[in-house]
Structures are given as C-alpha cells and as structure tokens.
C-alpha cells in the first residue's frame, strides 16, 4: 500500500501498534487521505494484524479473524438470496 521509497523524509503514514513496523512489516504509506479508505489499504492492515504481526496479542488477532469470518458469511448469504428468489 503505497511504495515508501519514493517518499520524503517526513511524509506522514502509518505504523502497526504491536510491531512498531519492523522492517517489512506493518508500515503504511497510502499516497492519499483518500485512498485510506480504499478496501485494498484496509484489507492489506487487516492481513498484516490478523495473519503477520507476531507482537499482535491472541484475542486481538481473534476478534480480526472472527470479524473478518461474519462478514464473509454476510457477503455469501448475500449472493445467494438474488439467486433463490428468481428461481421460486
């Protein structure tokens, strides 16, 4: 999410809270306030706490995780009621 190379010293981002961004890891340099919130910024946070941080405390990580299973459950659900109701 943003490539931090190419950007001043000084340029305002982001960092994770349980790694500090280590080399690597967990450092966010979106080129904008608005492509913060773009879904690829949140879902590349949410991949870094949820699945790579390993200073991301268990129930942190579960509660991601869990957030992350109810809403895919939604999006499914979701899909398959347009389906069913133009068979019936």
């Known amino acids: 999410v943003g490539c931090y190379k190419s950007r ?9 809270r349980h790694c500090g961004g280590q080399p690597g890891f967990g450092r966010y340099f979106p080129n904008s306030v608005r492509s913060l919130a773009q879904t690829t910024t949140s879902q590349t946070i949410l991949k870094h706490v949820g699945l790579k941080c390993r200073f991301c405390p268990p129930e942190i990580r579960q509660a991601i995780l869990e957030l992350q299973r109810q809403q895919a459950e939604k999006e499914s ?12």
């Open 77 to 88: 659900a979701a899909a398959a009621a347009p389906a069913a109701a133009s068979t019936a």
């Open 8 to 16: 001043d010293i000084g340029f305002t981002g982001m960092c994770c």
